[in-house]
């Protein structure tokens, strides 16, 4: 392979990436705007060395399986991997990259603004000004809870847990963790965070419950029924990580009884179509996946996988392959 083969941008990128695109590669694009069915997106691989997609197209088995055989990498511009078949890709002797670290400090912030909006009651004091509503203050009125006073339990304490950790620790929270292997010590140290081995433990002490775990068939649905009933009374969670860690109608029957006090969502099982129940509740703040979306993450994002795929061209092995 060489810096001439061609390679496949399934979605547009800031545009300094796209500058370089023009400037060292031979990019092919498919039509904006995007997402573009997984057919198609095979068919416009024909040829192309590399491709260079998002959390929005899907590449399971049968689509790794379909692709043509000038196909060595696919680098996808996120930090999760969960729609595309590593292992298939892996079978087939293509290389699969992602963008770590780049997108950490942004998600993290975006986790506390989550945070901030559904403990202060964001959404509803924002409609009072959107819908001209505002009367005279009150001391009863809009009654959020003090973060600062309550226990943070953090599912997932890689990079962006241990992120959001140092955060909520500037907040005076006590902070707990759950991981399937305990943290550096430098980390604890750091933040403070004590590990629970297990996530009954965690969720226990979880005035506020933080997803930052990747989806795997053992997270799908893990906030269910069962644990959000484990969680303190008026609890909040928070997910900027997959929307398919958690069971929507467990969610929104525990905000119905009063077992969540709130939920800060960023992402949702079936994004773009959340279920419609979310939209309307005052308890929710919600916001559209746009943990990763500063000018500057993207931006990093997209060089990464550009820089992926430029080792891959030169016959170098990739900077961030996964496993």
Request: net charge neutral; charged share 20%.
């Amino acid at each position: 392979m060489t810096a001439a083969a061609a390679i496949l941008i399934a979605r547009p990128l800031p545009d300094a990436c796209e500058a370089r695109l023009d400037r060292a590669f031979n990019a092919r694009r498919l039509p904006a705007p995007g997402p573009h069915p997984t057919p198609a997106l095979i068919e416009a691989a024909a040829g192309c060395a590399a491709l260079v997609v998002t959390v929005t197209e899907r590449l399971d088995a049968a689509a790794i399986a379909a692709l043509p055989d000038t196909v060595r990498l696919i680098a996808t511009v996120s930090v999760g991997h969960d729609h595309i078949d590593v292992a298939a890709a892996r079978r087939r002797g293509i290389a699969v990259t992602n963008t770590p670290d780049v997108l950490t400090d942004a998600t993290a912030d975006l986790t506390l603004l989550l945070l901030l909006g559904a403990a202060r009651r964001a959404k509803e004091a924002m409609a009072l000004i959107a819908e001209n509503r505002w009367g005279a203050w009150s001391a009863t009125g809009l009654l959020g809870v003090d973060i600062g006073k309550r226990r943070m339990g953090i599912l997932g304490m890689g990079r962006i847990g241990a992120a959001v950790a140092r955060r909520a620790r500037a907040f005076g929270m006590d902070l707990h963790y759950h991981n399937r292997r305990r943290a550096a010590p430098e980390v604890e140290a750091e933040t403070g965070a004590r590990w629970h081995p297990t996530l009954d433990g965690l969720l226990a002490v979880s005035d506020v419950l933080v997803l930052n775990a990747a989806s795997t068939p053992e997270t799908r649905g893990i906030v269910n029924a069962a644990t959000l009933a484990r969680l303190p009374e008026g609890a909040i969670l928070v997910n900027s990580a997959r929307g398919d860690l958690v069971d929507d109608e467990a969610v929104i029957a525990a905000l119905d009884s009063g077992r969540l006090f709130a939920a800060g969502l960023d992402v949702f099982r079936g994004e773009p179509a959340l279920d419609p129940r979310y939209r309307d509740r005052a308890d929710v703040f919600a916001l559209p996946h746009i943990g990763s979306a500063t000018m500057e993450t993207r931006v990093a994002m997209g060089m990464l996988a550009l820089d992926n795929v430029a080792a891959v061209l030169a016959g170098q092995p990739p900077l961030t392959p996964l496993a």
